[in-house]
C-alpha cells in the first residue's frame, strides 16, 4: 500500500519492528463486513469498537463498554482508522510504543448497517461523516441495533453509544463485567499480559 489514505494517522504512531500489531494494509477479510471490540489494558482501561467500512475498521474508544441496557449511555471517542486485519490482533502491544498494553477481542462478528436517511441507505463510511450511524451486530456477547451518534464536533470531537430498544435488549445482562474473556482464545487480559496460551 502506497501513497497517502485514512491509515496514514494509524501508521505513524507505530514502530512495526516493535509493535506485533499489523502493519497498515487495507484488507480483504473474510466475513464480512465485520465489526470487533477489543478490550484494551491502556493507560486507562477501555473497549475499542471498531466497524469495517471502506476497506478499514472505524474506530471509537468506549471508556465503560458496551451495554445492552437502552438506557444506558455510553462515551465514544473516535480514534484513527485501523487496517481490517486489526479485528485478528489480540496481544501485548510493548511499553513505550503507541497504545502500549494489552489486547483481548471481547467480542467480533458481522453486522448489517440499519443507517438510513429519508428511507435511503446511507454507506456506513458516509453515515460516520455525517455523525450517526446504526448497525446490527449479530457478536457472541452483544447482539442487536446498536446507534453510534457525534454529540461534539472539532478538537474535543465525541459519540455516544446506544443499545436500541429491540428484542436482544436486556437491561438485567452486563456481559462487560460476566463476560471478561477473550472470544477467540478464551483468555483473560492477565492470562494474554502472561503469555498463556489458551
Ligand atoms: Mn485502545
Redesign the pocket.
Known amino acids: 500500500m502506497s501513497g497517502s489514505d485514512t491509515l496514514d494517522d494509524y501508521r505513524e504512531k507505530r514502530d512495526f519492528s516493535r509493535t506485533p500489531e499489523p502493519p497498515a494494509e487495507k484488507s480483504t477479510g473474510i466475513v464480512r463486513p465485520v465489526f470487533v471490540i477489543?478490550k484494551?489494558d491502556?493507560t486507562t482501561l477501555?473497549y475499542?469498537f471498531r466497524l469495517e467500512a471502506d476497506g478499514v475498521l472505524k474506530s471509537w474508544?468506549v471508556p465503560k463498554g458496551p451495554s445492552v441496557d437502552p438506557k444506558e449511555k455510553r462515551l465514544a471517542l473516535p480514534?484513527e482508522d485501523h487496517p481490517l486485519d486489526y479485528a485478528d490482533f489480540e496481544g501485548v502491544i510493548p511499553a513505550g510504543s503507541y497504545?502500549a498494553g494489552t489486547?483481548l477481542v471481547w467480542d467480533r462478528g458481522t453486522y448489517r448497517n440499519l443507517t438510513e436517511k429519508e428511507g435511503q441507505e446511507v454507506g456506513v463510511a458516509e453515515a460516520v461523516r455525517r455523525g450517526h450511524v446504526s448497525v446490527w451486530l449479530e457478536g457472541k456477547k452483544v447482539r442487536g441495533g446498536y446507534a453510534l451518534t457525534r454529540f461534539r464536533t472539532g478538537k474535543g470531537e465525541a459519540w455516544l453509544l446506544v443499545k436500541m430498544d429491540d428484542a436482544e435488549a436486556d437491561p438485567g445482562k452486563n456481559p462487560v463485567a460476566t463476560e471478561p474473556r477473550s472470544v477467540v482464545s478464551g483468555r483473560t487480559l492477565e492470562d494474554i499480559e502472561a503469555g498463556r496460551d489458551e
Open positions: 477489543q484494551h491502556a477501555h475499542d474508544a480514534t497504545g489486547v
